[in-house]
């Protein structure tokens, strides 16, 4: 859903922002470390108990995560590397993040709801894979209602308004589960729409050719054209053989034309 309605606004906004930083020696991947390195401090200080700090840590990292495309695309090294650890440390983040989380209630007197941010996270790989699937075969994936800023922002907030986050968590869970089953039906159809013309093509190329029936002719004609192919034929025939190759072929032409009529 970000990507689909508020990818443009930001854009605008951080836009500005990357043509700063692209004055200043920062990288696009020392930002995206940045934000992994803070991720992770976030994971474990959400896990000792202090939500208040991890909200910070969480915010920018997210922020970190949100200029580095901007600044890459201002000094104009985009690549697929970089794309590639975008990604990867997407996925570094949400897994300390959630498992911070998930310790955190291990140790909080409510061990029961250690499996709530791991059943986020295990949801949050599904939508990822998903995505990444598709785009390898062609398809679009993008899209859904709890992509990886709402799940982010959702977590900012219950970390802000801790006496809430359980049942952020509960709202986060479910739309996730719906962002998986959203993306899965997006692919089908497209994989489906692929596959029904794909028997048709599939027919026609590999149709045996239709072959005729063998007639007098073509045993005359081919025989005069291997007389005439033949090494010594080329390198000189004799008026003898150059007749009779003729006469095969003057035979083969009229035992044709017998054929036709």
Do not use: C
């Not at 995206?32 to 803070?38: F, Q």
């Not at 969480?58 to 695309?73: C, T």
């Not at 310790?103 to 941010?117: K, M, N």
Request: glycine share 10%; no cysteine.
């Amino acid at each position: 859903m970000f990507d689909g309605h508020l990818r443009a606004g930001v854009d605008k906004t951080t836009g500005p922002i990357g043509k700063a930083l692209a004055k200043t020696p920062l990288s696009a991947d020392s930002l995206t470390i940045a934000g992994i390195v803070l991720s992770v401090l976030a994971g474990v200080v959400v896990a000792s108990g202090r939500l208040w700090v991890g909200f910070i840590l969480v915010v920018s990292g997210a922020i970190s995560d949100l200029l580095d495309g901007p600044l890459a695309k201002t000094k104009g090294t985009t690549s697929k590397r970089g794309a590639f650890f975008d990604s990867f440390s997407d996925r570094v983040s949400d897994l300390f993040l959630f498992g911070g989380l998930g310790w955190y209630f291990l140790h909080s007197g409510r061990p029961d709801l250690s499996a709530l941010p791991f059943g986020i996270y295990g949801a949050a790989s599904l939508i990822s894979y998903q995505r990444a699937k598709a785009e390898s075969l062609g398809f679009s994936a993008k899209g859904g209602i709890m992509e990886r800023g709402e799940r982010i922002f959702a977590l900012a907030a219950g970390l802000l308004f801790s006496p809430i986050l359980i049942a952020i968590l509960w709202i986060t869970l479910v739309l996730s589960v719906v962002t998986v089953v959203q993306r899965f039906l997006k692919i089908w159809s497209q994989a489906s729409a692929s596959v029904v013309s794909s028997p048709r093509r599939f027919r026609k190329e590999h149709e045996a050719p239709v072959r005729r029936q063998f007639q007098r002719s073509d045993f005359f004609r081919t025989a005069g054209a291997r007389r005439l192919s033949h090494p010594r034929r080329r390198s000189g025939a004799s008026p003898a053989s150059s007749s009779f190759s003729r006469w095969l072929e003057h035979r083969g032409t009229r035992s044709f034309g017998d054929s036709d009529s």
